[in-house]
T-cell receptor, first 116, second 110 residues
Framework: DAGVTQSPTHLIKTRGQHVTLRCSPISGHKSVSWYQQVLGQGPQFIFQYYEKEERGRGNFPDRFSARQFPNYSSELNVNALLLGDSALYLC???????????????FGPGTRLTVL | AQRVTQPEKLLSVFKGAPVELKCNYSYSGSPELFWYVQYSRQRLQLLLRHISRESIKGFTADLNKGETSFHLKKPFAQEEDSAMYYCALSKNFGNEKLTFGTGTRLTIIP
């Protein structure tokens, strides 16, 4: 298993454009989470999806949206890009343990987005 | 609100010396605490979680609810421990969002 995969690796956009980032979870994992990591900071939670439904949303504007597909892969969309959206976007997958205790989340390598 | 504080952005330690990376948290409930590590050119990966009570690569961390701390410790630092370390918190029960600290870059001096 290659682990969590993300595409593209790097992306350069200009202000006002739209971007779509993609994530494939580890086989068997049904939960996907997205995080934004600005340089010098820890990852910040954006969304979590489980079984195609949104389970959590962080403090991000409506320009950020996401969805999860039947095969559990996910897309993160950002509209009307701002310079401040430049960051590393991380995807994490997990098995979602409902029995108690947070399941381990496994991170992908990230997509580096640069907004000019 | 959940918050994780890592007071040291940078920490340099000589090889063979003890290491302690500090982490304090604020959360009104009963949290689950994690340490994640990112080695050079590698992805973020779980180092240890408090409910496992395991020692991974010689590292241990004890949850101190009175002091709301989860410091990471290793008695004898090794060069391969040089990396970025993040403390993280999630609510108990279920795969909840992780709240990360700002991270500490640990450098082991040969």
């Amino acid at each position: 298993d290659a682990g969590v995969t993300q595409s593209p690796t790097h992306l350069i956009k200009t202000r006002g454009q739209h971007v779509t980032l993609r994530c494939s979870p580890i086989s068997g994992h049904k939960s996907v989470s997205w995080y934004q990591q600005v340089l010098g900071q820890g990852p910040q939670f954006i969304f979590q999806y489980y079984e195609k439904e949104e389970r959590g949303r962080g403090n991000f504007p409506d320009r950020f949206s996401a969805r999860q597909f039947p095969n559990y892969s996910s897309e993160l969309n950002v509209n009307a890009l701002l310079l401040g959206d430049s960051a590393l976007y991380l995807c994490a997958s997990g098995a979602l343990d409902r029995g108690g205790g947070a399941d381990t989340q496994y991170f992908g390598p990230g997509t580096r987005l640069t907004v000019l | 609100a959940q918050r994780v504080t890592q007071p040291e952005k940078l920490l340099s330690v000589f090889k063979g010396a003890p290491v302690e990376l500090k982490c304090n948290y604020s959360y009104s409930g009963s949290p689950e605490l994690f340490w994640y590590v990112q080695y050079s050119r590698q992805r973020l990966q779980l180092l240890l979680r408090h409910i496992s009570r395991e020692s991974i690569k010689g590292f241990t961390a004890d949850l101190n609810k009175g002091e709301t701390s989860f410091h990471l410790k290793k008695p004898f630092a090794q060069e391969e421990d040089s990396a970025m370390y993040y403390c993280a918190l999630s609510k108990n029960f279920g795969n909840e969002k992780l709240t990360f600290g700002t991270g500490t870059r640990l450098t082991i001096i040969p």
